[in-house]
């Protein structure tokens, strides 16, 4: 972990409402492992007093490349930034996905929207190939295809309205997949999406005895363990719960660790 | 012209620099050492510890609004003997002073707390946290009933030896009064001020953001009261005290100094940049080189009204 003033090598629309942002980042970017994020101090975003979590979709020569989609004042300020510009990061933070997979495990990634950026970097340093299920409400909420494909990964595509894929949540040809190959392949999941989507991918992990690895979206604050924003309820090894802090701890957890029973239930 | 001397003594403590970082925006040390140089702050206020392990409130737990970031944590923390085991070995190894901020939901356990980490070593002094907005079951009472307030610093102050440093609350009608009990009941400095009470809402909901309903703002927003906090509250006391409250830059701090305190702390800013108390220290010495002043102490309470 540590502070870095890096530049903008190159910001420009990535389609349906998402912006790449490249940048030269010599110090943090040979650091970065798959699931990790970086806390971004987003350039002239005045009266503003936390720094932004982006997810990590490409660190290579030097350079990470952020995949995001403008949706709030933060990122909608983002987007206009230039290439030239100064921006200061503080990163990795975060645990990210374990990569010691077995030689004889299937990993099977599984992705809501966005989630596809943040699992792409695991599917490119993962020694072996696997599968991709992803998932969003229509066609332009599903991206990267193509880069995974590139990597040799088989894409698996549901989207609510059916414009692309199958018509459903991910969640069914997931299931479809996972009832063709679960006595031949030994599956590992590892997901980043909404709450419900890794509830749901996780549920089927513990029922099937496999190992679901999930990426837990909290909002933010400081991003380096300070704060106890993020905070995440665990299971205790005695039936009780303990707080862990998505930034720190996380962001991924074993889906037998979560204790999944919403944001704002009493503490 | 010879550098400036921005080092201080502050209720007996030496510090490199007047600019400490502020409790519950450091954590325990750990969190920002890769990347703050801890012996260069001019002191650590690790987060409030109780007597025992807190939960703290439940999620969400922090909502940011403009110029400010209003919070809920409620005290989440470690308990006494979870803080010197995990925390102050490490914070030992640093040549800063440390101040841990203390609370507890009865005057019994600010007193347990107080006893407990004074028999320890390698801590400068003890803040006491009797105004933070987030706790329901007495702490917040003890800040804003002067009675109470006056019970909570005589029975710390009765079982430590270490200088102890109320935290006065921002929402009481004469924060003087507040500052005179303190200071005839034996602390040796004073924290202006916390978080001030506060609540953000949803519209689309109509539910609160936060799941505690109100938590407390700080930052930017609030930089303006705590500065008028200061400088009433300098005029009640001989005792130093330390300004905290939206401090960003060196010329926010500055106001502090002005207004009477003696010291600041940076707490907000921290999240944003986690250098800006090193930063602010150096934009210190640069005024007081351009002001011709040679040290800060000077500058402590010389607003011209």
Partial sequence: ?267 | MTTPDISIKLAGIPMKNPVMVASGTFGYGPEYAPLVDLAKLGALVVKGISPEPWRGNPTPRTVEVASGLINAIGLQNPGAEGFLRDYLPFLRKFDVPVIVNIWGRTIEGYAAVAARLSQAEGIAALELNVSCPNIKEGSKSFGSNADMFKRVVAATRAVTKLPLIPKLAPDVFRIGEFARIAEAEGADALAITNSVPAMAIDIETRRPKLANVTGGLSGPAIRPIAVRLVWEAAKAVKIPIIGIGGIYSAADALEFFIAGASAVAVGTANFLEPTTALTVADGLRDYLARHKLGSIHELVGTLAC
């Fill in chain 1, 1 to 267: 972990m540590q502070l870095e003033t890096v530049s903008i090598i190159e910001h420009r629309d990535y389609g349906a409402g998402y912006r790449l942002l490249r940048l030269a980042a010599p110090q943090i970017a040979p650091q970065v492992r798959p699931g990790q994020f970086v806390h971004v101090r987003i350039p002239r975003l005045e009266a503003s007093v936390l720094r932004r979590p982006f997810s990590v979709f490409k660190a290579e020569n030097g350079e990470l490349t952020l995949l995001y989609k403008s949706v709030g004042h933060g990122t909608s300020v983002l987007a206009v930034a230039a290439p030239g510009e100064i921006v200061s990061l503080i990163g990795p933070l975060g645990n990210g996905f374990p990569l010691d997979l077995p030689a004889d495990r299937t990993p099977v990634l599984v992705a809501g929207g966005y989630g596809m950026a943040a699992l792409y970097l695991l599917a490119r340093r993962l020694p072996q190939k696997g599968v991709v299920f992803a998932g969003g409400r229509s066609t332009q909420d599903v991206l990267c295809v193509e880069d995974f494909e590139a990597l040799g990964w088989k894409v698996h595509i549901a989207t609510q309205d059916g414009s692309r894929g199958v018509r459903g949540l991910v969640t069914g040809p997931f299931d479809a997949w996972l009832a063709e190959h679960r006595t031949n392949l030994a599956p590992e999941f590892f997901a980043c999406g909404p709450n419900a989507m890794l509830q749901e991918i996780g549920a089927r992990a513990i029922a099937g005895g496999w190992r679901a690895w999930l990426s837990v979206d909290r909002h933010m604050g400081c991003g380096v363990g300070a704060c106890l924003t993020c905070v995440v309820k665990l299971q205790d090894t005695d039936g009780t719960w303990f707080w862990a802090r998505s930034c720190k701890e996380g962001p991924v957890f074993e889906a037998r660790q979560i204790r999944w029973n919403g944001e704002d239930d009493e503490a």
